[in-house]
């Protein structure tokens, strides 16, 4: 039997994991299986797809090629059964996206309902989560991602670069008073994450350049709508992007500290798809509809 596009799909997880051994297990396959396979599709294309060294591996042109059009066939094919199991049109079918949690609630969603209006055929498949999604895994088509992007065969599109800002509610700032400079963080309960680093500091804007500061982290959550519950009960200070306490500030719920030392904290986000030139309708629509009008939202308030 003909498993050409089984092949691919494990071509494409070795050249993403960037090792046999890490594909191997992503896969539940031993290296030795991923190894001999790769070097089967070798044998029958005649070409050298990898160039192996003891630790790394490298693609040559042709494999460069190989992993680019079997990411497209792969792609297509998916297409294709996503049309006929929804009956889509060429604007219809179903939109699998990923987003974390705060640009997902703040951001995206307020949009749907007008997508709708024009794209009635297409569904959403919407998944918030601030962990980082493997896109090929997971059968993403699209994901809004913070922080810098690491290379790799996918695209991108920039949406903006929002600042975070260090807030508190005013009932926490009453009882504890205002840090003055960032030392001031050790004396303070601080709401933070679980997922980006396991060292407990902030990074602040020091004579110049970025340093980092310590802190004493009384929360660690794995998403940022609780970090921010959190700051509007009082619990302690949180460090937040802009447009996630925007209403909280203007509305006088949260106070921002400490303006001058974070002035350079920001990170920038993307849409980050598959595909390429071969991009579905329904992905290359949504996008076109999102991306202009998430820029606009991302425009500090």
């Given at each position: 039997m003909d498993?050409?596009?089984?092949?691919m799909q494990v071509f494409l997880r070795v050249v993403e994991a960037g090792s046999f051994s890490e594909a191997a297990r992503l896969l539940r396959m031993t290296p030795s299986t991923i190894s001999k396979l790769v070097a089967r599709i070798e044998a029958r294309l005649g070409?050298?797809?990898?160039?192996?060294?003891t630790r790394r591996f490298s693609l040559t042109a042709e494999g460069q090629t190989y992993y680019e059009r079997s990411q497209a066939l792969l792609g297509e094919l998916d297409e294709i059964e996503r049309a006929v199991s929804h009956?889509?049109?060429?604007?219809g079918g179903i939109i699998r996206i990923n987003s974390s949690v705060p640009f997902g609630v703040h951001g995206l969603e307020p949009l749907l309902p007008a997508f709708w209006q024009d794209y009635p055929h297409i569904a959403v498949d919407l998944s918030l989560s601030d962990e980082v999604v493997d896109l090929y895994l997971d059968r993403t088509d699209i994901a809004f991602?913070?922080?810098?992007?690491?290379?790799?065969?996918m695209m991108a599109r920039r949406i903006g670069t929002p600042k975070?800002?260090?807030v508190a509610a005013p009932a926490y700032l009453a009882r504890h008073g205002q840090p003055q400079n960032a030392d001031?963080?050790?004396k303070h309960a601080c709401l933070g994450f679980n997922f980006r680093r396991l060292a407990p500091v902030w990074p602040f804007k020091q004579n110049g350049r970025i340093v980092e500061r310590s802190v004493r982290h009384l929360l660690l959550a794995n998403n940022g709508e609780s970090v921010r519950r959190l700051a509007l009960a009082g619990a302690g200070l949180a460090r937040l992007a802009e447009y996630h306490i925007r209403d909280d500030l203007a509305a006088g719920h949260l106070v921002e500290v400490l303006a001058d030392a974070i002035e350079s904290d920001e990170e920038e986000i993307h849409a980050v798809y598959l595909g390429g030139a071969r991009l579905p309708q329904r992905v290359r629509v949504f996008l076109d509809f999102v991306v202009p009008r998430l820029q606009q939202f991302l425009q500090p308030g």
């Open positions: 498993n050409r596009t089984g092949e070409v050298r797809l990898l160039e192996r060294s009956g889509a049109t060429a604007t991602r913070s922080g810098r992007l690491p290379s790799s065969g975070r800002k260090i001031d963080l050790a």
